[in-house]
């Protein structure tokens, strides 16, 4: 006992000998001042910065140490300025400290803000040589670095803290400069939310502006892309989608959440990932998917309710990877795998690979994992996975026209379970129809595509019941609606649509038509058949009060020169002579322009099929049952009269009905 205590001692006295201590007064800004410290140009004027400013002005904590330190966005030194008063990004300039002797054989000290080598950071002037030590972490919380001087010991030098950065993040914050006899331990702060994101979903706003889309997804505010995660849970439909919690435009992109027991009455939650920092490294969640974890596989089931796993990009500096989130509450609170680090790492190809599928493969027993890695040459990489954790390289499959967020789905032909072929589609839904044998996708289709107009980087609901593939799809283009339309969200999802693989003269071919569950929103249905549409006939003239219409047509242009349909704030033109369908579309900048929504658009047996819907902001059109579809926004028009008409000849109309929609919203 005695031995161990004089041991112990004698250790205890060797840590006292070599203690950590300030690389020179004042290297912990802790007297207040630059005291030892020379400033030049405007960066560092008004500090040290006392207490904790990033908390002040609602971002995430500083992690100073003491109650000093140099927060280059911050405006308060305890004089001027005030707690969460801010500087800038723009401002530019260094700090260089006093000549001090290097005695440790470490320096340590704390860092955070902009992640720009060469731009912001420290570096130790020694020898005549400028060393960069480290630069910030693309986050406000500062966290411990260590850097191996060993060979400069007995050395004189100086620490200069620079900003050249003007732009995002062209700060840099950093406290506490020590000389230590080991590293610093890896600070304790390695997982953190991104605190300028809020998960609340905005209790207070409504549905009711009379420009906001009433039987289309659109966030309760701020901006909305691509939709993530779709599942089906055995009770509600899932939608996560990528968000921007603070704002109307992309950015701090993020899972909002939805569910719904019908795809179209949705009720929007907590929002569900959120952006965080980890290994120094911050990032925003870009696209993905989720999976039910139906034979628990993660091994992370709670009770009887199946793990839900969220597949995501991580988006951070200076390359994206992919990452895992699970739930064990059915999708209403998230541990990230690992702490959010990656369980597929960047493949090498692109610092942008993003957006990963994952499905189930019976025949296999496996996890699939499907992953936009490269443009040009378009590679689509397949991994393998027992665990979904980790994962396994499967095949590439090699396609220019590849690019985010790949889908893959499997349907059977004419409804037949005997014959049920992979589909693979892209962003913009580029398609191809074949097989796939558990690691790898053989085509039996040249590239296809069935859509146009702003539908992009669809998904469909993972486990929908009955077999069924729907899918729904982001409106990608329009303007800033919230600008322009007096409305609080900016940017809509496209009505939910049934996909479908069909036999036609020219093959297979993936058939998109709006699910049937578009029944629940009818308010009256209005039928007419066998109508000429001659001068003085207009089948809407005792419905000028329509507003969301379900339009459904077989009509035989016979010789007229276009048929026009007047609807609520939209107006679309069938022009025969080049077989095509015109609607209003509207440009990102909000001018109002001409769009084709179907083209080849041609009679079949003399007859035209044709289903519209119109939304407050949208018009979605489908050919032929959904041979073709397409979803446009529009720029709202004034209509003095809602009609339907034929220019420069005579039209017949066989069949018609115009459904009118109540609003999913209440
Ligand atoms: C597609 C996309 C995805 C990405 C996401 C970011 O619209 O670019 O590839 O994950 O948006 O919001």
Redesign the pocket.
Known sequence: MKVLQVILLVLFACVEIHADELLFPNADFEQGTLENWTAEGEAFRIQPTRGDNTSARNREPSNLQGSWWIGGYERFNGTVGEPGATAGDHLTGTLTSREFEIKHPYITFRIGAGHLPGEVGVRLLVDGESIDLATGVDHETMVMESSDVRQHIGKLARLQIYDTATGGWGHINVDDFRGTESPAPETSMDFVLDARVKPSSYPDTSYDQPLRPQFHFVSKKNWL??PNGMLFDGENYHLFF?HNPNGTE?GN?TWGHAISQDMIHWKQLEHALLPYRVDRRSGTI???TAVIDHNNSLGKQVGDTKTICAFF?F?ANPSFYQAMAYSTDGGFTWTYWNEGRAIVDNQGFDQGE??PKVFWHEASQKWVMVLWVQQNPGRVRWFTSTNLVDWEFASDLMRDWAF??MDVVFLPVDGDPENVKCVIYD?SFDYEIGTFDGKQFHAETETLQNVRGNY??AQTFYQAPDGRAVQIG?M?GGPNSAKLFDVPHNQQMAFPVELELKSTPEGVRLFCSPISEIETLVAETHEFKNLSLREGVNPLSDLQDLDLVDLEIVFSPGEAKEVVFDLPRTQLRYVAENHQLLCNGVTESGERREEVCLEQFTERDGKIHLRVLVDRLSVETYAFGGEAFSANYISPIDQETLSIHSLGGTAVIHDLKIRELNSAWK
């Open positions: 892309n691509d990528q992309w992109m870009f696209s993905g990009t988006a993003r957006d985010e967020c962003a992009y980087a982001w990608r």
